[in-house]
């Protein structure tokens, strides 16, 4: 195979895990007997199976991703939807947030209906309680009986949008549940807890009692994000500022937490020890029970397996063959859990490690002039930065400037951070007095940290924020390979004599150009996937942001318009929570920087919810509202935050028209000068009505209308006549449905609906629709809904449908 084959067999399993996602199983399962056979054939022949062997790994990460997704999901999805009780065990450390707390339950039974059933398949609790409810002490290990309603996650339902269904699947989660603290019942101690994960989470929980009861609050909760990778206790302001310096890593457990603690054990057990086989178990025991209290996490599974390796080495007088150390780490952490090769921390450890194997050498070299400690600091420093640059400005949407300042900073005080941390711990485990003298050594050093992280991100342009796509992801890697590679090649024609290296590993030149091919090959797929046209089009997409309305615009000479912005009402949580999940997401898919105006239908949470983080976020020149002001305090403070943002208001009502761009026209159809008042819903009736028009071709917009001001809307003057219709309420009832359809008489209409107890869509609606030869288009059922048009001709394309189409 190679030299190495175990780097190709890491490599096969990875790219099977990817496979996974989109092979039917008996695909999977045909490969995998296929390549076993041919692999037989060739033994019996005396012959290279190499090939058979890396289809089977293939085939092997295949299944592999596949039977991990299935014993993620069990049973439990079959009773979605339904309202019962839950009996199940706390599988994990309950997270407590403001007026809520969050854990993983292993179910038990599900009672609904009168029946109770035997489920499975881990899931994401969600408990609310109210400001001075009596709280229960929750911890892993506990058997409960909960009430409230079961929900199947949504996996990706609009471009560039999140995919919440495989986020839990990652974490081995099937579903979501929601309830009320004030219907928990503690049944007692669960007899399917298992000790050992009851001793980690309590060894967690003892080592962040011992760090809240010797610091304040802020310190105690910055060396829990250090020590322990706790991060949700760490304030806003600080973890942004931490993130801005590009000093994030710092705050999450990794090689180079698990390399001091390694060294600081090593160096106390040297100096009272000799060395022996049972000290390298020992301490690697050590180690070991470090990364359990840490979660198991996926950097510091990759530092902890190749530890083992490199004292393994140290001990039978081998030479570190670095490659072959990463490779086996990969294998042995994705064989353990196959989904982490899709986690952030995963993908950022791989590639910082390989990027200082790979730059460091030569970075060192260029900067003999430096102090010997300070240029290893800065060639490592500069190395995983240059390595994780790219994925860094993918996931965040940020390009730290000044990160290899940062390290200079904090990098030197983090060996002396780790070791007041560590013996802290263990004293405190002894006597918690005795381990408070070593956390209060770590405090000088926490402020400094603390102060030298915020000074460095107010720096002016410490970092650029960055919307780049999957091809520019694609672009940041594979340029360099293919320079390098072709550099590598031309020098081993001249016979220089000098192979091109991995550290101190050779590695052919042919090899790398091999890689770089790969590499040019995806970059030309993926920009010619995501290549525009070029035509001149109007773009219309109803977003799914579930029950509320988020329509984006872009007009063909490139001015964007966005009405509604979704959200949630108050009583179901987060009421901002589509615009963070769903339209900056989607926003930044398109790269889009600047909104030319946004339009409010009217002001209720699930229209206008999601438009926060937009005006925090983005460039908003015009916002366009209803003269009707509603009641609504959350309304308030969207107005409030618009005006301190300097953007433009305007309330517009019928009559009034403005364009965008040179050939898209919007008119105001509705409310008028005398807005309705006495109605069902004054509100709903006043919101706006728009039409707009771009050649032939016109879409109403017609908001959360009811009876009312449909009724004034068919006795109007106005031409109802449309092309796409966004119906009324996202789909409720209206007497008048079949005249309006009648004189809108669209031959697309489009519902804004999701997950709801008002029987939206109506039946009677639906029906209505049909009858009139309207094709119908919906949120719940579609995804995002894309329509576009040249001006004379018209086309919608459904996202779930496109999706399905690329999975087959």
């Keep these: 195979m190679t030299n190495r084959p175990l780097v190709i067999v890491a490599i096969c399993f990875a790219a099977g895990i990817i496979l996974g996602l989109y092979l039917a199983s008996p695909v999977v399962l045909a490969a995998l007997a296929l390549s076993i056979l041919l692999s037989l054939i060739q033994l019996v022949r005396k012959k290279s199976f190499a090939g058979p062997l890396l289809l089977l790994f293939l085939a092997a990460g295949a299944l592999a991703c596949q039977l991990s997704l299935e014993a993620s999901r069990g049973n439990i999805r079959e009773y979605s939807g339904e309202r019962g009780r839950l009996v199940g065990l706390v599988a994990g450390e309950p997270l407590w ?55 199947e996650p949504a996996g990706r339902r609009n471009p560039g949008g999140f995919d919440y269904r495989f986020f839990l699947e990652r974490q081995g989660l099937a579903a979501s549940f929601y309830g009320s603290l004030g219907d928990l019942k503690v049944l007692g101690l669960s007899p399917r807890a298992s000790s050992w994960q009851g001793f980690v989470f309590s060894a967690r929980e003892k080592i962040k009692d011992i760090f809240d009861t010797a610091l304040p609050a802020r310190e105690s909760s910055l060396l829990q994000a250090i020590f322990l990778g706790e991060r949700g206790a760490v304030e806003d302001g600080l973890a942004l500022a931490f993130q801005r310096s590009g000093l994030a890593h710092m705050m999450a457990v990794s090689g180079l937490h698990i390399g001091l603690l390694a060294a600081l054990l090593w ?16 301490m690697l025991g050590l180690v070991f029970l470090y990364v359990a209290v840490t979660g198991m996490r996926p950097a510091s599974l990759r530092a902890f397996f190749m530890l083992a390796m490199s004292m393994a080495a140290l001990q039978l007088n081998r030479q570190k063959d670095l490659p072959i150390a990463i490779a086996l780490a990969a294998l042995a952490t994705l064989i353990y859990q196959p989904l982490l090769l899709f986690d952030l921390g995963f993908q950022l450890s791989y590639v910082a490690t390989i990027s200082i194997i790979v730059l460091a050498g030569p970075l060192s070299q260029r900067l003999a002039i430096l102090p010997p400690y300070l240029k290893e600091l800065v060639a490592v420093s500069l190395a995983a930065q240059l390595g994780t640059l790219p994925l860094t400005a993918y996931y965040f949407n940020q390009l730290s400037l ?62 650029l924020e960055l919307e780049p796509g999957i091809s520019h992801l694609l672009l940041a890697y594979g340029i360099p390979l293919i320079i390098y590679g072709i550099w590598a090649l031309r020098r081993s024609k001249k016979g220089s004599g000098e192979e091109p290296r991995i550290g101190s590993t050779p590695l052919s030149a042919r090899k790398l150009v091999y890689a770089a091919c790969i590499f040019f ?15 001149r089009q109007l773009e219309v997409v109803f977003l799914d942001v579930g029950q509320g309305d988020a329509i984006f615009i872009e007009t063909p000479d490139g001015y964007s318009a966005l009405i509604d912005g979704g959200g949630r009402p108050p009583y179901r949580g987060n009421m901002e929570w589509t615009g963070d999940s769903v339209i900056l997401p989607y926003l930044r898919w398109r ?62 009502k019928k009559g009034d028209s403005f364009s965008l761009g040179k050939e898209v026209l919007f008119t105001v159809y509705s409310p008028g000068e005398k807005l309705f008042s006495g109605t069902s819903s004054d509100v709903n009736n006043n919101s706006l009505v728009i039409k707009m028009t771009y050649g032939q071709i016109s879409f109403l917009f017609t908001g959360d209308i009811e009876e009312e001001a449909m009724t004034a809307l068919l006795k109007s003057e106005h031409k109802l006549k449309s092309d796409v219709l966004k119906m009324p309420h996202h789909g409720g009832y209206f007497t008048s449905a079949d005249r309006f359809l009648q004189a809108v008489s669209p031959r697309l209409g489009v519902i804004c609906v999701g997950s709801n107890n008002f029987g ?43 999706e399905r189409a690329r999975a087959e």
């Design 760 to 802: 939206h869509p109506n039946p009677q609606i639906l029906q209505s629709l049909e009858r009139h030869g309207i094709e119908i288009y919906r949120t719940d059922y579609h995804g995002a809904v894309t329509v576009k048009t040249d001006g004379s001709t018209l086309w919608a394309e459904p996202f779930l449908q496109l």
């Design 97 to 151: 947030g403001e007026g809520e707390v969050v854990f993983p339950l292993k179910p038990e039974t599900f009672e609904a209906g009168g029946r109770v059933k035997a489920v499975c398949g881990q899931i994401r609790v969600t408990l609310r309680f109210q400001q001075g409810e009596e709280i229960p002490p929750l911890f892993y290990g506990q058997q409960l009986s909960l009430q409230g309603t079961l929900y």
């Design 591 to 652: 790269g889009t920087d600047q909104i030319d105006a946004v339009i409010i239908s009217h002001p209720h949470e699930d229209h206008f919810g999601g438009l926060f983080p937009v005006l925090r976020e983005k460039k908003v020149a015009l916002l366009l509202i209803s003269p009707d002001a509603g009641d609504s305090p959350n309304y308030r403070r969207l107005l409030a935050l618009a005006e301190e943002k300097g953007i433009a208001r305007v309330a517009v």
């Design 267 to 282: 160096g106390l057990w040297r100096r009272f020890f000799r060395e022996s086989w049972g000290t390298f178990v020992f």
């Design 521 to 535: 090959i995806l970059i030309a797929c993926t920009l010619f996937y995501t290549a525009q046209t070029g035509e």
């Design 402 to 463: 000044i990160a290899l300042l940062g390290n200079l900073f904090i990098l030197p005080v983090m060996p002396f951070v780790v070791g007041f941390a560590l013996a802290g711990a263990i004293l405190g485990f002894l006597w918690l007095p005795l381990g408070m003298p070593a956390c209060l050594g770590a405090y000088p050093l926490l402020y400094y940290m603390e102060r030298a992280v915020i000074f460095l991100s107010t720096i002016p342009g410490a970092y």
